[in-house]
């Protein structure tokens, strides 16, 4: 299994813009599908964005297009989520995760390993 811990988290003014970076650890060396999820207080968790091993396709939320973009640096063990212009409503705690058969539409039981998550808080 891998081990992945998030970084990144943080209050931002909306508009604004953050990183968040996801670090893997363990088997590394396995061909994992990478995602991010979020999920707000009072809400179910999901996805946010996903890339394949090569980094040659991703996978966007329709509320996140345009405005996040995700890439991965498989010597480095990386994975980055780049939020630009950042709303209240992407306020949640964002998770990583690492799966292998991940669906077209990324689903959470897609994914074994998770993170413990980081928060961001977008205030209007």
């Known amino acids: 299994q891998v081990q992945l811990v998030e970084s990144g988290g943080g209050l931002v003014q909306a508009g604004g813009s953050l990183r968040l970076s996801c670090a893997a650890s363990?088997?590394?060396?396995?061909?994992?599908?990478m995602g991010w999820f979020r999920q707000a207080p009072g809400k179910e968790r999901e996805v946010v964005a996903a890339?394949?091993?090569?980094?040659?396709?991703?996978y966007y939320a329709d509320s996140v297009k345009g405005r996040f973009i995700l890439s991965r640096d498989n010597a480095k063990n990386a994975v980055l989520l780049q939020m630009n212009s950042l709303e209240p409503e992407d306020t949640a705690v964002y998770y990583c995760?690492?799966?292998?058969?991940?669906?077209?539409?990324?689903?959470?039981?897609?994914?074994?390993?998770w993170g413990q998550g980081t928060q961001v808080t977008v205030s209007s």
């Open positions: 363990g088997r590394t060396s396995d061909r994992y599908v």
């Open positions: 890339i394949n091993w090569s980094g040659t396709s991703t």
């Open positions: 995760a690492a799966g292998f058969l991940v669906r077209t539409v990324p689903q959470a039981s897609d994914f074994g390993s």
